[in-house]
C-alpha cells in the first residue's frame, strides 16, 4: 500500500467516524421528543390519548383552557351528534378536544357544533 492509499484511507476513516458520532449525538438529543408520541397536538399542546383515553398536555405550563368549563371524564368520549354534546355541556368542541369528530364539524374548520 502506498504512502497515498494509506492517507485516503485514514481520511474516509476519520469521515466515517465523524458522522457516525453525528448520528449518535442527533439519536441521542432528538429521539425523546420523537418517541413521545406520533399525535398532534391543539393550540394548547394537549391532545386526546386514544390507547387509554383521557386528555393530556405536552408543552410546559399548559392548561387546557377548556378545563374547568367542560366535564372530564375518563376514557373515550363520543358524541352521537351535537345536541348530545351540547347536553354534555361539551359544544363546542375543537379538534384535539375529547368527544370531537368529523361528523361533528360540518364545515370541517376544526371546530364541531358552532
Known amino acids: 500500500m502506498t504512502h ?3 492517507v485516503n484511507r485514514a481520511r474516509h476513516r476519520a469521515l466515517f467516524n465523524s458522522f457516525a458520532l453525528l448520528t449518535v449525538v442527533l439519536c441521542l438529543t432528538h429521539a425523546p421528543a420523537a418517541l413521545a408520541h406520533g399525535g398532534r397536538l391543539n393550540a394548547e399542546g394537549c391532545h386526546n390519548e386514544k390507547k387509554h383515553g ?6 410546559s405550563g399548559s392548561v387546557p383552557s377548556n378545563a374547568s ?13 351535537c345536541a348530545a354534546a351540547r347536553n354534555a355541556g361539551a359544544a363546542p368542541v375543537m379538534q384535539g378536544e375529547p368527544g370531537y369528530g368529523r361528523h361533528l364539524d360540518r364545515d370541517g374548520d376544526g371546530i364541531g357544533c358552532e
Do not use: M
Open 4 to 6: 497515498q492509499e494509506c
Open 69 to 81: 368549563s367542560k366535564p372530564r371524564t375518563i376514557g373515550p368520549i363520543y358524541y352521537k351528534n
Open 54 to 59: 383521557g386528555y393530556h398536555c405536552h408543552r
